[in-house]
């Protein structure tokens, strides 16, 4: 079955150190690939995106995210976590064919002092 | 940056009330969603239009009807709320080239 996988649910870190949260996807083809986060009562604000080329991305808020097509992965990354970063991050597919979107379930980041 | 509004943006009212949540962009994009969201889980897609007077059910059953008359406007209606409609719902829109989805910033419903 198609599926977008977060399998973290919940993340704790400490400030400054480094993040990874993980995304794998089960669709045929490469699908576009996303990353958003969401603060508490906000909707979702986009990180990044990957559509081709390149498989490392860049977002804002410093964030990057690694494209790894053997892996149906698509990892968001952090060299150094700022405890404004705590939020619920969300990685979402579109499909080549299609208008939908899919979403994982979320990962939520705490970051302690 | 993209420019899509939700109101309200909070909402407590009695059962049995009809309710009209609204969503706007003003991008121009063709294709809105709107998702049910419960806190800590993941979104599901209620309802989607591809552009004016298309709509489409989506993987969620839902109680509620949308309707598409202007290609900005995408608003959600429950002619009769229930205590299980309560929960957050969010509006998005997608632009084509490129692939992207942005999102309002919620309509937070409590029915009680």
């Known amino acids: 079955a198609q599926s977008v996988t977060q399998p973290d649910i919940h993340i704790t870190v400490s400030e400054g150190a480094s993040l990874e949260l993980r995304c794998n996807y089960s669709?045929?083809?490469?699908?576009?690939l996303f990353w958003y986060v969401q603060s508490p009562g906000q909707g979702l604000q986009l990180l990044l995106k990957?559509?081709?080329?390149?498989?490392l991305v860049q977002g804002i808020k410093g964030f990057e995210a690694e494209f790894k097509r053997s892996q149906s992965s698509f990892n968001l990354r952090k060299p150094s976590v700022h405890w404004s970063d705590a939020a619920e991050y969300f990685c979402?597919?579109?499909?080549?064919?299609?208008?939908?979107?899919?979403f994982g379930t979320g990962t939520s980041l705490t970051v302690i002092p | 940056e993209a420019d899509i509004y939700q109101t309200p943006r909070y909402l407590v009212i009695g059962t049995g009330k009809k309710i009209t949540l609204e969503c706007s962009q003003t991008?121009?994009?063709?294709?809105m969603y709107w998702y049910q969201q419960d806190p800590g889980m993941e979104l599901h897609l209620i309802h989607y239009?591809?552009?004016?007077?298309?709509?489409e059910k989506g993987d969620l059953s839902s109680e509620s009807t949308v309707s598409r008359i202007r290609t900005e406007h995408f608003p959600l209606t429950l002619e009769s709320a229930r205590p299980s409609h309560t929960s957050q719902y969010l509006c998005a829109s997608s632009e084509e080239a490129p692939v992207t989805q942005y999102f309002g910033p919620g309509t937070r419903l409590t029915v009680l």
């Open positions: 239009s591809y552009g004016v007077n298309s709509t």
């Open positions: 990957y559509f081709s080329g390149d498989t």
């Open positions: 991008m121009g994009h063709d294709k």
């Open positions: 669709y045929g083809a490469t699908p576009y």
């Open positions: 979402a597919v579109r499909p080549n064919t299609g208008n939908q979107f899919y």
